[in-house]
C-alpha cells in the first residue's frame, strides 16, 4: 500500500513540475516573440479602420474612432489646464535628463507633485486626481460623445465615467502587459494630445478580443474557441491617430501601451465608462493573469 501511495505522489509531483515547465516555457516563449513583434511595422490594411466612428465595427471588432472628438481649440484649452501645465513640470524638474531649463520646484511642491502624478509602468505618469479648474475643462468635452456612449452602453442602461486620467508615455518607457480595463461590457476612450506614430507608443489593441469573457463563454466553451480563432484571423491595431482623435474600444479588450522609443512624450486623455451594476474590475488576479498570457498568445498570433 505504501510503495502505491509514494509512486502516485511521486507521480503527481512529477506531472505537476512538468506542466509547471511547460507553461513556463510556454510563457517565455510567447514573452520573447511579442518583444519582437513589438516593433512590426503598421501596415496600410491595419490603419483603414482608422477613418470614422463605426458602430458596427465596435461591436464585431471592439474597437473604432471618431476623429475630432476634441478641436484643436479644445487641445489649448487642456494644455492650459492647470493638471496639464503641473505635470509637464514635474516631469521636466525629475524626469527629463535632457532638460536644460530644469525648473526649481520647493521640497513641498515637489513632495505635491509626486502624489498626484503616479509613475504606473517605467515611464508612464498618471494623474487621477485634479483641481477644480481642470475638471471642469476635462469633463466640458464629454458632451462630444457622450451619444456614442450610450448608442454602445444602452440608452436605458444606468452608466457612470469610473475613470478620468491624464497619462504620458516619456520617452523610453515601457511595453505595458496586456490586460481588460474590466471583465464585463464598458467603453474605454483614449485620446492623444498630439499626433501619435508608431515609434511613440500608441496603444496596442487585440480586434475581437472583447469576446473572450462575453457571458455565454461560461456556458458554451466553443464559443470561446471561436473567439480566440476570430482574433487571430482579425489581428492587432495599433493607434497611430492625429491628436484630437478618440479610439473607442470595449473595456473587454485585450490592449496594452507599447513602448516609446521616440524622443517625444504621448500626452493622453482616458475616459472610462461602465455601467453601475458592474463597476470595475469585475476580476480576480487569476483572471487578470491568464489573460496577460493570452494577450500575449494572441498578440504573436494575430502577426501571421
Known amino acids: 500500500l505504501f510503495p502505491a501511495i509514494f509512486c502516485q505522489r511521486s507521480l503527481s509531483q512529477r506531472m505537476r513540475r512538468t ?6 516555457a510556454m510563457a517565455g516563449g510567447a514573452w520573447y516573440m511579442d518583444k519582437c513583434a513589438a516593433s512590426k511595422p503598421l501596415t496600410d490594411s491595419e490603419t483603414k479602420i482608422f477613418q470614422k466612428f463605426d458602430k458596427r465595427n465596435l461591436s464585431e471588432d471592439g474597437i473604432t474612432v471618431l ?9 489649448v484649452r487642456v494644455k492650459k489646464t492647470p493638471c496639464f501645465v503641473e ?3 514635474f516631469l521636466d524638474h525629475s524626469h527629463r535628463a535632457g532638460n536644460k ?17 503616479v509613475q504606473g509602468t517605467p515611464g508612464r505618469f498618471h494623474q487621477v486626481r485634479f483641481d477644480k479648474e481642470s475638471l471642469e475643462v476635462l469633463e466640458s468635452l464629454e458632451s462630444n460623445w457622450m451619444g456614442s456612449v450610450r448608442d454602445y452602453l444602452g440608452r436605458d442602461a444606468s452608466i457612470r465615467r469610473t475613470e ?6 516619456e520617452p523610453a518607457s515601457e511595453n505595458q502587459f496586456f490586460h481588460q480595463d474590466n471583465a464585463r461590457k464598458g467603453l474605454t476612450l483614449i485620446i492623444p494630445l498630439d499626433d501619435v506614430s508608431l515609434d511613440m507608443g500608441p496603444t496596442h ?8 469573457t462575453q457571458p455565454s463563454i461560461h456556458t458554451k466553451s466553443s464559443l470561446f474557441f471561436n473567439a480566440i480563432k476570430d482574433v487571430c484571423l482579425k489581428g492587432d491595431l495599433r493607434g497611430t491617430v492625429e491628436k484630437g482623435t478618440a479610439i473607442f474600444y470595449d473595456s473587454r479588450v485585450l490592449h496594452r501601451g507599447l513602448g ?3 524622443t517625444k512624450s504621448r500626452p493622453v486623455l482616458v475616459y472610462r465608462y461602465d455601467m453601475v451594476q458592474y463597476p470595475p474590475p469585475q476580476a480576480g488576479i487569476l483572471h487578470t493573469t491568464a489573460m496577460r498570457m ?6 504573436v498570433l494575430s502577426q501571421f
Do not use: E
Open 101 to 117: 531649463r530644469r525648473p526649481k520646484l520647493s521640497p513641498s511642491k515637489l513632495q505635491k507633485l509626486r502624489r498626484t502624478n
Open 87 to 89: 505635470m509637464n513640470l
Open 67 to 75: 476623429k475630432g472628438a476634441i478641436s484643436p481649440t479644445d487641445i
Open 205 to 212: 489593441l487585440l480586434r475581437g478580443s472583447h469576446n473572450l
Open 164 to 169: 478620468l486620467q491624464l497619462l504620458i508615455a
Open 19 to 24: 506542466f509547471a515547465f511547460c507553461a513556463a
Open 260 to 262: 516609446n522609443v521616440s
Open 294 to 299: 493570452l494577450g500575449y498568445t494572441l498578440g
